[in-house]
């Protein structure tokens, strides 16, 4: 069974950090390429970053994130993990990691329409 699962979510203060984890079972991750979305209330979710599946490791950050979130992943643990720092008020939103359909791409993308296997979520809060 595909499915992805979401954690370390919380509430923050500005400038603070947290470090969220996408563990992914049902398939490898040197298979599909991971996204990390987030959508806030009453907004579109939005790609925040994306990690290729093999090879030379090659990533896509969100210009809005760019510098202060980091996307890695560890093959061995079936994890992709979401380092973000400095976080700022509106980086308040529901954050999910997804699959991209496309098996082994050599780079990723940020687009949404190309991840068809999505988690729960986790709950990221950042306020004084």
């Known amino acids: 069974q595909l499915q992805l699962v979401e954690s370390g979510g919380g509430s923050v203060q500005p400038g603070g950090s947290l470090r969220l984890s996408c563990v992914a079972s049902?398939?490898?991750?040197?298979?599909?390429?991971i996204g990390w979305f987030r959508q806030a209330p009453g907004k579109e979710r939005e790609g925040v970053s994306c990690i290729n599946s093999r090879g030379i490791t090659m990533t896509h950050t969100a210009d809005s994130v760019k510098g202060r979130f980091t996307i890695s992943k560890d093959n061995a643990k079936n994890t992709v993990y979401l380092q973000m720092n400095r976080l700022k008020p509106e980086d308040t939103a529901v954050y999910y990691c997804?699959?991209?359909?496309?098996?082994?791409?050599?780079?990723?993308?940020?687009?949404?329409?190309?991840?068809?296997?999505w988690g729960q979520g986790t709950q990221v809060t950042v306020s004084s």
């Open positions: 049902g398939f490898t991750l040197d298979s599909y390429a």
């Open positions: 997804a699959r991209d359909w496309r098996p082994s791409p050599h780079v990723c993308t940020i687009i949404k329409g190309s991840y068809t296997v």
